[in-house]
């Protein structure tokens, strides 16, 4: 029943074009995501209009003020991502969402919520750079999101989702990856997927409908009633203080990177009788290149050709064990990126020499068909 | 023995690393005695500044979070919208607030955000050694005006509490001065008046002091306190610029 009445109010709240599949919905990427995660226990949204995500603060200013939560549209990208660290600072689960350009913008306080160990989840639908760029889709924003993007020695969570139903569980999954870590999430996708419409099948409330997400948090600064007054900050002045910090945060990201991989592989393995199935070619990809690749993967398989896939759905931590494995049993890989090539560096860094790591990439927003991957595919087998 | 003068609650028993003749240590102390005045301590979250006051939370005995420069106000609006039962403040410098934060300041007062801003004034960069302030006064000599601050070139001294008090929104906007008793009375008064202003749930309220730096003016304590009034009161007067409450 509480699923037929959020499915209700979905229809009344979204007036939006239904298809009856099953319990699904049809939506938009990045609408999709503001619904998750409002679910999610998400009362506190600021951002910035940019292009191709814009729909993500419109969903936001209509429903998440329904919730109890706040929405502001902040002066610029800078103040968004701050206003998120003081919703933070308070114990709030917080986001703010932006693309390529404005995400740049955010680096600062990114770095400094990493410092001050505060969970915040930041979407970035990537768009074509550097400089302005244009609005098509992109994943060349990887480096950034993957090695740090601000300055000092921290880690992002990145999680990369290929289709809208991912985009909505991915949305849970940063917010409790948020929390138990104290870390910033990045959920990095193309653009592509924030405009893309699918159909989608929501996760329940967290906690319930009416959850004003105020649970408490140890850490979190809500006045010093009954305790000692308590300090949130990123400064030590002392490099031996500070490298104790920043020891206990590398001792966190260890914890990440051996607790937190996802990925996802396909047509890796012959049986045992039938080794000669095995995957001479494995492509590795992610988001939306992922998904084209994946179709093209398919269609080279039914050709009858040793194809796999691997697509790393965690970004960091990314899964190179699982990679270094793979490549023990492959002739090759080729990796298909939406940009001039930066997981590539990943994934060479996993295989380290074993079998050659091929790349092919499209920049500038293009976004190959299957076909143009296909071509690629059997150039190399 | 009767008790008549003691440390605020609100202040812990610390000894500052504040230089000599620094206003910083007379501020935080009117500003402790304020959330004590109104029993705010225990629902006090403060954001401290990057520059000479960044310490502050050394000094106080309430909940404090560290911002990036400038990005004060953001993040004081993140938490006071995200719980409005809690006592917001900001504590910015004048590079802080007129610089390299201007758009978090003019915007969060636009809003009519419902925390306090105290804003210390003292013309001139002191954590990184003395540089040029938008604040710093025509003639001053600074280590990036080594000929004096020329209008031409670094254009005029801004005034914040005159920029803030021309919005629609702020509720309270004042500017005092902490170089004489007389002066510390009314700062104490204005800290005390734009606190209860948020308490009151009326908005966004904005105290200006004006302090010394005597180490980066190159002037002794006694000398920098004389610059401040004769240099700087001129330029920057005392004034209840805006205050709602007399319109009501």
Redesign the interface.
Known sequence: MGKVLDLVRCFDRMRLVMIAVGEKVLMRGCEAMAEAAIRAGC??Y?GYPITPQSELAEYMARELPKYGG?F?Q???E???I?????????G?R?MTSSSSPGISLKQ??IS?LAG?ELPAVIANFGRGGPGLGNIAPSDADYFQATKGGGHGDYRNIVLAPYSVQETVELTHLAFDLADRYRNPVLILCSGLIAQMMEPVEFMPFKGGEGHSQKEEKPWA??????RP???????YLQDVELEGHDLKLQEKYREIREKEVRVEAQHLEGGRATPEERAKLVVVAFGTAARVAASAVEEAREGGLPVGLIRPITLFPFPRDFIRKAAEGTDRFLVLELSGGQMVEDVELAVRGRVPVEFYGRMGGVVPSPEEYLAEIRKRL | MKLVFDRPRSMRDKPMHFCPGCSHGIVHRLVAEAVDALGLRERTVAVAPVGCAVFMYEYMDFDVTEAPHGRSPAVATGIKRSRPDLFVFTYQGDGDIGAIGLAEIISAANRGENFSVVFVNNTVYGMTGGQMAPTTLLGQRTTTTPRGREAKTEGHPLRMAELISGLEAPYYVARVAVDSPAHIARARKAILRAFQIQVEEKGFSFVEVLGACPLNWGLSPTEAIKRVQEELIPYYPLEVFKDKSGAE
């Open positions: 009362r506190f600021a706040v502001i902040s002066e610029s800078i103040a968004a701050n206003m998120v660290l003081g919703a933070s600072v308070t709030t917080a600062e306080g400094y001050c600064l809500t006045g010093a009633r009954g007054s308590m300090v949130i900050k990123s400064l």
